[in-house]
């Protein structure tokens, strides 16, 4: 008996019955087909399956096969239960779709977190995932907290501020701060931020039932008197900063700072979530140590992350603390996902600890600081009001401000169908925005493309401002 043309038999047999049935009906049973045919049950059931995929037919487990009820015959769902089920939906959600949107097809992206496909080691990602994928015990269960070995690369990083055993290894960033926030507060707890501050903090935060209350900063980082005050206010226990090159306005918290920051947060018995992610990205001169280096007494709870100076799908960070608080993190960790991908982890470590990987960021430096001057030259060309501000001495983003009066969001709008993709700088402040900004991008899209975007920049600005 040929199988394949037995095979062919039953599709074309079933494909007669369906162009002669209404949508619903029965079809032979697979003992039927195999007694019509003469073919095995494995090939009936093979046949059944190459209509389904076409979908012609579908099966109902238990009751046999029926022809396929069309998506336009299939009676109306009611789903309006949902909204009552759910009840409110999270804020924050929708800024956080329009921020990791792909850009359309000619579009020049000026918005987005992560570095252009040309600037990726993706190379080195692909050969070190292929040899990590090779070992078997890369896909056994590991430690929970992580790989010793790779948690003990991240200590290193925090500048010896942390020990090996106070950190755990996390499927990126934007997971190791929703675990912080979960297991340091409690929905009701306070969470002080900078203004503005990171966007995907702010919907973590909204996410985890926490009240958040801004904190000015300025070219300098966050004010240290307006921290205290705000700790006395509000009782909080927790403040989440990123004092290297904070997303979205670059500043940098400056030396003179960073004492009584610390004081302020000691004084209060807080905790000071500091989210590293731009450790890789000072383009000009040394990047100050992370403030877990001098944290005695364990105030401090470190986030580093490599997305940012690697590659989007390299989705590998670490968070820790010392003490209890490390422990609760760890605890967290386990509950949420057990443990990250073993071939991810044995990957990230062969890239971070080889020779190519300081090549690479010596590399992106160079390649950064060449765009971030191209886009500042395009703004002091065709945009000069806008182009005679700070630009940060690292990061991937200028932060722009904007003529008052100016709606940032109805400027993002016009610039889209402009062809130029920027983000408002609206959604950044966990409160009323004291002006209008904008966040650009200078990391995803080439330097040939920087005036080109500007000038389309523009024109948007000039339309915005006579409707």
């Known amino acids: 008996m ?21 949508p619903g009906s029965r079809l032979p049973s697979v003992r039927e087909l195999t007694a019509r045919h003469q073919a095995s049950p494995v090939t009936v059931a093979e046949a059944i ?48 779709r329009a921020l990791l949107a792909l850009p359309p097809a000619g579009a020049i992206p000026l918005s987005g977190g992560y570095l252009d496909a040309d600037l990726q080691p993706a190379a080195a990602l692909a050969a070190a995932l292929t040899r990590a994928a090779r070992q078997p015990a890369s896909w056994q269960r590991g430690p929970a907290e992580g790989r010793e070995d790779l948690r003990a690369w ?20 934007q997971s190791a701060l929703s675990t912080a926030l979960r297991a340091l507060g409690a929905p009701g707890d306070t969470l002080l931020v900078e203004s503005p501050t990171y966007l995907g903090a702010l919907a ?67 905790f000071l979530i500091e989210d590293d992610y731009a450790r890789d990205l000072t383009l000009d001169g ?58 991810l982890q044995q990957a990230t470590l062969d890239i971070v600890t080889a020779p190519a990987w300081a090549r690479h960021l010596r590399a992106l430096r160079v390649a950064l600081r060449a765009r971030r001057a191209a886009l500042s030259a395009a703004l002091g060309r065709h945009l000069p009001d806008l182009g005679q501000q700070p630009v940060p001495r690292g990061g991937l983003h200028l932060w722009v401000r904007l003529p008052e009066g100016t709606d940032d969001v109805a400027l993002s709008a016009a610039a889209a169908t402009e062809g130029v993709i920027v983000f408002p700088g609206r959604p950044w402040y966990a409160a009323e925005p004291p002006a209008p900004h904008l966040r650009l991008t200078y990391a995803a899209a080439p330097v040939e493309l920087m005036d080109e975007a500007v000038r389309r920049l523009a024109r948007a600005l000039r339309a915005a401002s006579t409707a």
């Open 2 to 22: 040929n199988d394949g043309n037995a095979a062919d038999r039953v599709i074309q047999h079933l494909r007669g019955l369906v162009a002669g049935a209404a």
């Open 49 to 96: 399956r190459h209509l389904v995929a076409q979908g012609l037919v579908e099966t109902r487990s238990g009751r046999g096969t029926f022809v396929a009820t069309a998506p336009g015959e299939r009676p109306a769902a009611d789903l309006s239960w949902q909204t009552v089920a759910l009840g409110p939906r999270r804020p924050g959600e929708e800024e956080m």
């Open 154 to 173: 991240f200590a290193r990083e925090s500048g010896a501020g942390l020990r090996t055993d106070d950190l755990v290894i996390c499927p990126g960033g």
């Open 204 to 270: 973590a935060a909204r996410a985890a039932g926490l009240r958040v209350v801004p904190v000015p900063a300025d070219a300098d980082g966050v004010r240290p008197d307006h921290l205290a005050d705000a700790f006395a206010r509000t009782g909080s226990r927790l403040f989440y900063c990123q004092p290297l090159h904070a997303n979205p306005h670059g500043a940098t918290l400056a030396v003179h700072r960073r004492r009584p920051v610390a004081e302020a947060v000691r004084a209060a018995g807080a």
């Open 286 to 343: 040394d990047a100050p140590p992370p403030l877990a280096a001098d944290d005695p007494d364990g105030h401090v709870v470190y986030l580093r992350s490599l997305t940012k100076s690697a590659a989007p799908g390299l989705r590998v960070a670490a968070i820790g603390a010392r003490g209890p608080a490390g422990a609760r993190l760890r605890g967290a960790r386990l509950l949420d996902d057990f443990f990250v991908s073993g071939p």
